[in-house]
């Protein structure tokens, strides 16, 4: 049972990032305005993400880790209707099969935070003889996950990476998309053990500074205000787009789907051939875009190398997306 639960969660966290987007996500969730996050080794010496969230009960301690535990899925209904992708209550348990994960947390009504340490889906004694059960521990209201020696126990996995900045630099990617799309949440980045910084913004700053900060100020000043929406499709879709006289190196498309960090080729390939009537030969553009459509119409494909979003009425919303970005892009002073 247990190898079936290490290759099962070896196939949808194939990378460091894949945990961290879960972890960002579960942190969002929980209502957090802060998000500090480390990284060692590209991740896979340690991932640690710090909330400031509601925090877990300590008796939901306990079963954490088992599969299908989540607190986000409470009648069947709900599972037509859940905003949440990817795993259901499956991403902790599945980190615990392939890493040693330790988490730290209080809620607003504990007096003191608890901490429990996880493997193969179950709480395990942070010293042999030891009781496996939580400890009390000093802290503040949220919760720290601590995730140690990714695929430790996969050793082809592991040895896979090419480099640990590779992986750094997904990182970054992931943390630098949450941090401009949750309005709201400061976010830090860093590697363990470093001052430099590689992302911080703080909780009450607009996305245009948010891009400012994570990207850059020349892709800032070239941005457009962009916002469409269609009762028919059923979608309301808003963010930044650049104009037609600025191009990037190659396509940056940060799309956002029901607030969850998507892939879509069929998006990112209409909006390429639709920037294309405007850009000089070999442009690309910049796009931030957020879109809201009913999580019953949405589904994701979780492919080892690929998660790829799918959504009813798709080349309808992608063209009316694609009309509109012609019609901005038209009204620019060239
Ligand atoms: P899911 O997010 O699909 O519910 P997860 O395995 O990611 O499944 O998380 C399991 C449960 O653990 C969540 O439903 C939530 O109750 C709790 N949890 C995980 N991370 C946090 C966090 N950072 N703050 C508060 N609760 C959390
Ligand atoms: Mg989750």
Not at 178 to 203: D, Q, R, W
Not at 300 to 327: G, M, Q, S, W
């Amino acid at each position: 049972q247990d190898v079936v639960n290490k290759i099962a969660a070896g196939e949808i966290i194939v990378a460091p990032v894949h945990a961290l987007k879960e972890l960002v996500e579960n942190a969002v969730d929980a209502g957090s305005t802060s998000l500090e996050i480390l990284a060692k080794d590209g991740g896979l010496k340690l991932l640690q993400i710090t909330d400031n969230g509601h925090g877990i009960h300590k008796d939901d301690m306990a079963l954490l880790c088992e599969r299908f535990t989540t607190s986000k899925l409470k009648t069947f209904d709900d599972l037509t209707s859940i905003g949440t992708y990817g795993f259901r209550g499956e991403a902790l348990a599945s980190i615990s099969h392939i890493a040693h994960l330790t988490v730290t947390t209080k809620t607003q009504d504990s007096s003191c935070a608890w901490k429990a340490q996880y493997g193969d889906g179950k709480l395990v004694p942070t010293k042999p003889g030891q009781s496996a059960e939580p400890k009390p521990t000093a802290g503040r209201q949220g919760t720290q996950i601590t995730v140690e020696d990714l695929f430790y126990n996969v050793p082809t996995r592991r040895r896979a990476f090419r480099s640990a900045s590779e992986e750094y630099a997904k990182i970054l990617d992931l943390v630098g998309r949450y941090a401009m799309h949750c309005s709201n949440v400061a976010f830090s980045c860093k590697k363990a053990g470093e001052s430099t910084l590689g992302i911080s913004v703080p909780a009450n700053a607009t996305t245009l500074d948010r891009i400012r900060q994570i990207h850059s100020s020349a892709v800032a000043n070239e941005l457009i205000e962009f916002q469409t929406e269609s009762d028919r499709w059923g979608f309301k879709a808003e963010g930044h787009i650049s104009n037609a006289n600025y191009s990037v190196k190659r396509t940056m498309l940060l799309l956002f789907i029901n607030h969850r960090s998507v892939e879509s080729s069929a998006i990112k390939k209409a909006i390429e051939q639709t920037y294309a009537q405007f850009l000089p030969k070999g442009g690309h553009p910049f796009i931030y875009l957020s879109l809201e459509i009913e999580p019953h119409r949405v589904d994701v494909n979780v492919h080892p190398t690929k998660r790829e979003v799918n959504f009813l009425y798709e080349d309808e919303i992608i063209e009316t997306i694609c009309d509109e970005v012609r019609a901005r892009l038209g009204k620019v002073d060239t």
